[in-house]
Structure formats: C-alpha cells, structure tokens
C-alpha cells in the first residue's frame, strides 16, 4: 500500500504538462510544468455589454481592455471550486476541500492585444485559508463570504454574503440551470470570445502587470435560465449594467491547470 502511494506522489510530480489536448489553444503551453489543478462546478456565465469607457480607467495600467465588435463585456461567475492540488499531490488539499466561489471580471489583454485574458475585480470565496492564499500568491482581490450552494429541482441555488474585514459588504442571491446539451461555442463566437480564455491579469503592489496562465479543455457550455439579486457587487467598482437580461451560458465541470504568475512588459 505504502509503495502504491509513493508511485502515486511519483506519477503526480512527474506530470510536468497537462494530460489533455492543447491544440485548440491561441497560443502554445507556457514551457515550466503548471502548478496546480482545480475543478469548476456548476458554473454559470452572466454577460452584459458595456460602453468601453466606463472600465478603461478600471483597469491597471499595462493591460489593454478587450472589446468584442467594438463593445466591453462585464461578467458574474458563480460556481462550485473543488479539487484543488498542487502539481505533486495525487489528492486535493484536504485544508482546501470545496467552497462557492463569485467572481466579477472583465476581459484584457496584453499591450498590443497579445494573449487575451480575464481581469478580475472582486472573487467572494467561502474557505478563509483559500482566499488568504489566494491574496497573498496570485495577488488577486480575494473576499472571505459566507456562501450556501445547492441544488433543488434542477435549479443550483446561491447565497453569497461578504463579511471580509475591511472590505465593502455586498450580496448575491440567485438562482440558475442549464437549459438543452452541452455544446462547444464556435471559433470567433462571442461566446467563444467570452469563455475561451487562458490566462488571468492582475498587478502586484507595487503596480506591475501580472499574467497568469490557465489551460484546459474547450467549455462544455449549455444555455441558461437564471433569477439573479445583485446590487453592489458591480456598482461598487463603478460598473453600471444595462437595463437588459443578461447573456446567460452554464457549464456542469471543467477541469483546469495553472501556473504562477509572471510579469511581462
């Protein structure tokens, strides 16, 4: 049993690239072996356009705001973070385990255009240890929540409250479910453009522009239904969603790999 183990601890860290496709990727996997695995659970997308000078001055300088026919796009992510591993561990973290997690973000890219990513301007989690790690390492704006997910009748229903020391108070409450087959968004889809991204921005303290990378298969995505409460969970970066539905999109699992953060620029 021990030797089993240890032959699984050897396999796992051997493991360098990760074991499934890259060829629908916009550009090649990064050369150093990625750092960690994640799964992402019952995730839905909510999409709104807005003008793009209302999230220019949003954004750190070093980064170029992403557009779609002319247009910015404002997502709100709720999903189910599981899995998580270091590269070298066999199992996930079982200090880490599985929590909710709410993102805010918009779409970036590199000066140039180079290597379109997501920028994130708030992620509620509800594990304390994961948002620490989280603001520490990858220096992303991570807010301790007390969340509730679950599911009743097809729907996954969300609760989300932020109680993070210091930070403004905001509150999500809704409900989703996917809607038809999964299916894979078209090459130069909006969808496509929304979801397909593989890499995240952020900046250090000190205000440099950090990219990290992300790789994994193309989004199993499905169309969505969903009833969304939200007010200063946008309003508070200055972002105000149009009067209109939001373009909605769910995914039931996707397993992802990511590397460290590294400055370019």
Do not use: C, K
Request: net charge positive.
């Amino acid at each position: 049993m021990a030797n089993g183990r240890v032959a699984g601890w050897w396999r796992a860290w051997r493991a360098s690239t990760p074991p499934f496709a890259a060829d629908h990727r916009p550009w090649t996997l990064p050369d150093q072996p990625f750092a960690m695995w994640q799964v992402w659970r019952d995730l839905l997308f909510a999409h709104w356009p807005v003008p793009p000078e209302m999230l220019r001055q949003t954004i750190p300088a070093g980064l170029d705001l992403d557009l779609f026919e002319g247009q910015a796009w404002v997502g709100v992510v709720p999903f189910r973070m599981s899995g998580i591993r270091l590269r070298g561990q066999p199992v996930a973290a079982p200090w880490l385990g599985a929590f909710p997690e709410l993102n805010v973000r918009t779409y970036v890219t590199a000066p140039g255009g180079a290597r379109a990513g997501v920028y994130f301007y708030s992620l509620d989690a509800g594990n304390p240890v994961a948002v620490a790690l989280a603001r520490r390492w990858y220096h992303l704006p991570y807010f301790f929540a007390r969340m509730r997910v679950g599911e009743r009748a097809g729907w996954i229903e969300y609760d989300s409250w932020r109680v993070h020391p210091g930070a403004a108070r905001s509150r999500f409450r809704g409900r989703y479910r996917p809607l038809g087959e999964p299916y894979r968004a078209a090459p130069d889809s909006l969808e496509a453009w929304l979801t397909e991204r593989y890499a995240l921005y952020t900046a250090d303290r000190q205000g440099r522009p950090l990219r990290g990378e992300i790789h994994h298969l193309p989004w199993p995505l499905q169309r969505a239904e969903a009833e969304l409460q939200f007010g200063a969970l946008t309003a508070q970066h200055g972002i105000v969603l149009p009067d209109r539905p939001p373009l909605l999109h769910f995914a039931r699992r996707l397993d992802i790999v990511a590397w460290t953060l590294t400055p370019f620029g």
